[in-house]
């Protein structure tokens, strides 16, 4: 199984909800991402789990939040987000840490309003 | 750290061959090539892992030449399911991960 899967598909909150994504992967990945991409840009690397601990930030705002409760499973808990976030939020996973190639989810198609 | 491409966009005639350049200012330990259609998920393409070195997948090859911090994409005889944006990534020793500014390439009829 080389999938990774990620729920819900399209999601549309206000500025006052609160939500989460989720990503999944049953391929023994220990590394996985989150990136968010703008219409017409390249995924931006937002998160990285290594061993189901958060290895990299790259300064994102504190209203996401990630999770990583087991080696299989990543959650990105949204609240109060800004109109700007809407975006497509990518989650991939890696087997290597270094040099493997890695294996993107579909995405969810966030709509902040 | 972001890589930066070249030509940002391209457009060929079936057959046609097209190159795409990545350059980054930084060492590279390795250099990932992906393709994204529109709406989807970027798909892997090949990764390079040393200086010089060149792979192949059916009409797509690359290089990287590790000294100049450089990769290219080849496609050869292009066909209309090459159409698409191509990013090149770039990773580290660690787990960072940076795709490279973006090549769209649009085959026609």
């Known amino acids: 199984d080389t999938e990774v899967t990620q729920t819900p598909k399209h999601l549309v909150m206000g500025m006052t909800n609160k939500k989460s994504l989720k990503c999944e992967q049953h391929?023994?990945?220990?590394?996985m991402y989150w990136y968010k991409q703008k219409a017409k840009k390249p995924p931006e690397l937002m998160f990285v789990?290594?061993?189901?601990?958060?290895?990299i930030n790259e300064s994102v705002p504190s209203r996401f939040s990630p999770e990583c409760p087991n080696s299989s499973l990543l959650n990105l808990h949204l609240h109060a987000l800004q109109p700007e976030d809407s975006a497509l939020y990518l989650c991939?996973?890696?087997?290597?840490?270094?040099?493997?190639?890695?294996?993107f989810g579909p995405g969810t198609r966030l709509t902040v309003t | 750290q972001q890589p930066v491409q070249s030509p940002q966009a391209v457009i060929l005639r079936e057959g046609e061959d097209a190159v795409i350049n990545c350059s980054s200012s930084k060492a590279l330990y390795s250099v990932h090539w992906y393709r994204q259609k529109h709406g989807e998920a970027p798909v892997f393409l090949m990764i390079?892992?040393?200086?010089?070195e060149q792979k192949g997948h059916e009409k797509i090859s690359a290089s990287f030449n590790e000294k100049k911090q450089q990769s290219s994409l080849y496609l050869t005889a292009s066909q209309l399911s090459y159409s698409g944006t191509y990013f090149c990534g770039t990773a580290n020793t660690g787990n960072q991960f940076y795709f490279g500014t973006g090549t769209s390439l649009t085959v026609i009829p």
């Open positions: 390079l892992l040393k200086g010089g």
């Open positions: 991939a996973s890696r087997q290597r840490l270094a040099g493997g190639e890695q294996y």
């Open positions: 391929m023994g990945h220990r590394a």
């Open positions: 789990y290594s061993y189901e601990k958060l290895s």
